[in-house]
């Protein structure tokens, strides 16, 4: 994008525990620390909550994902800074796929037929994120910014996040200690599950600054005219008609996983 900074992050790995796979998007504010704790430490502290779980693997690893997103707020807020960043994790086990989110990034499904989403983008404005924001005695700033409707709560353009510690806590100066104020943004993700076909051809997991000018759509119908020459990620950037933005795609290849 046209910042300065770039404040995204992202993880790819593959087989990091028992040949499960995971890819994330993390889309930092207010500097890049928190995105980058989380590119760094989340996949050693989702192996660590897989492993403390038993029971059926589906809802094992669904919990442990939450937990995951939890213990890396933990992490955030214990630091001396007051970044922030929207997380979007997949994991694919087998056939089966496991999405976790808090923020704005978003992950889809592409192949046949219509995009499949696989993540909510938390905005405030949304009904059940408005419902928390209100249940909190909070307000919801909306404007537009270049034909785009921008809707802020506390000044963050979401409803959920990791870190921002001035914006969920207030520091007792008699303890030394961060108190938290609310459950106004929160931090845990929203856990969607898919039973992975030969339908299935592309998950695409972007930050906004794809999402803020492509559609869902029309990122679909790019990866469907694709040739075996072009770069998924690259080409799903030709697409976007204005750069203000950093931008981060990860295009997942699932022909030969189903």
């Known amino acids: 994008g046209e910042r300065l900074d770039m404040e ?4 790819a790995q593959l087989s990091f525990h028992n040949d499960k796979h995971v890819f994330g998007v993390f889309d930092g504010h207010s500097g890049d620390r928190a995105a980058k704790l989380l590119s760094t430490e989340i996949v050693g502290i989702l192996t660590d909550q897989i492993m403390q779980r038993s029971g059926p693997q589906d809802s094992a690893l669904g919990a442990s994902l939450t937990s995951s997103f939890l213990e890396a707020e933990k992490r955030a807020l214990a ?3 007051d970044d922030g960043s929207s997380a979007i994790l997949a994991v694919i086990d087998g056939d ?20 499949m989403p696989m993540s909510t983008d938390h ?13 909190n005695n909070e307000g919801i700033e909306s404007y537009t910014i270049n034909g785009r409707s921008i ?5 963050l353009a979401m409803s959920r996040c990791i870190g921002d510690r001035s914006l969920k806590q207030k520091r007792d100066y008699e303890t030394k200690t961060w108190i938290p104020i609310d459950d106004c943004i929160i931090p845990d993700p ?5 039973l992975l076909t030969k339908q299935h051809k592309f998950l695409v997991i972007a930050s906004d600054g794809l999402w803020a000018t492509v559609t869902n ?3 679909a119908r790019r990866l469907d005219t694709l040739t075996e020459e072009e770069n998924p990620a690259e080409e799903l950037q030709k697409l976007i008609d204005r750069r203000e933005d950093n931008i981060t795609i990860v295009v997942v290849d699932l022909r030969g996983q189903a």
Do not use: M, Y
């Open 151 to 155: 809707n802020r709560v506390r000044g």
């Open 190 to 194: 929203e856990i969607k599950e898919l």
């Open 123 to 135: 905005d405030p404005s949304e009904p059940q994120e408005r419902k928390r924001i209100k249940t």
């Open 217 to 219: 759509e029309a990122v």
């Open 79 to 81: 630091q001396p800074w």
């Open 96 to 115: 089966r796929l496991f999405v976790a989110n808090a923020g704005d990034c978003r992950a889809i499904i592409c192949g046949e037929g219509e995009p």
């Open 8 to 11: 995204d992050t992202h993880v």
